[in-house]
T-cell receptor, first 114, second 114 residues
Framework: KNQVEQSPQSLIILEGKNCTLQ??????????LRWYKQDTGRGPVSLTI?????NTKSNGRYTATLDADTKQSSLHITASQLSDSASYIC?????????????FGKGTHLIIQP | DAGVTQSPTHLIKTRGQQVTLRCSPK?????VSWYQQALGQGPQFIFQ???????QRGNFPDRFSGHQFPNYSSELNVNALLLGDSALYLC?????????????FGSGTRLTVV
């Protein structure tokens, strides 16, 4: 069964600090991995998408890494801001395409405190 | 370039009632997927519509049904509402039913069943 596990479940850090969120997956065959940011009560917004051959991808203060051998990904947030408070969801897509081929993690709930 | 639009944003219904949620895909997209997201959980795939037909379906009962119109917009219908149907319902649009890329999410409809 395809699964995506995220850790930690929740995280509280001070504004200006860095943090790293983890995602482990057992999706096969693998196509790509995405990180989404979801504000409370809103839809997910894509941050990065990485394929098998990509190790790192950045989007402003967000940097995602992918180790396809160990099936692990991380999302690093630099110099956090209050607006970074949200849930961060890791989504892995299996080859073959289709919405049913997307496996969602439960997300990491990040709170940035002033 | 309009993104994915969902309506209504919030809805309160009574157990046993029926509800219809609506979604307009992003301009240029022709496929609509529906997801249910319970509080603190990742989105769960309900079904996907492409060329006005249900192409893929997740593990949801027949009380959940849908429709896609010639202009690619879509409706999600839920009959005989249960308290457990309370959730954020997300619509995602894409180009083609087997794509692994380009899923754009709407802001969701928050359904509360009392």
């Amino acid at each position: 069964k395809n699964q995506v596990e995220q850790s930690p479940q929740s995280l509280i850090i001070l504004e200006g600090k860095n943090c790293t969120l983890q995602c482990n997956y057992t999706v096969s065959p693998f196509s790509n991995l995405r990180w989404y940011k979801q504000d409370t009560g809103r839809g997910p917004v894509s941050l990065t998408i990485m394929t098998f051959s990509e190790n790192t991808k950045s989007n402003g203060r967000y940097t995602a890494t992918l180790d396809a051998d160990t099936k692990q990904s991380s999302l690093h947030i630099t110099a956090s801001q209050l607006s970074d408070s949200a849930s961060y969801i890791c989504v892995v897509s299996s080859a073959g395409g289709g919405a049913d081929g997307l496996t969602f993690g439960k997300g990491t709930h990040l709170i940035i405190q002033p | 370039d309009a993104g994915v639009t969902q309506s209504p944003t919030h809805l309160i219904k009574t157990r046993g009632q029926q509800v219809t949620l609506r979604c307009s895909p992003k301009s240029g997209h022709d496929t609509v997927s529906w997801y249910q997201q319970a509080l603190g959980q990742g989105p769960q795939f309900i079904f996907q519509y492409y060329e006005e037909e249900e192409r893929q379906r997740g593990n949801f009962p027949d009380r959940f049904s849908g429709h896609q119109f010639p202009n690619y917009s879509s409706e999600l219908n839920v009959n005989a509402l249960l308290l457990g149907d309370s959730a954020l319902y997300l619509c995602a649009s894409s180009l083609g039913d087997r794509t692994n890329y380009g899923y754009t999410f709407g802001s969701g409809t928050r359904l509360t069943v009392v």
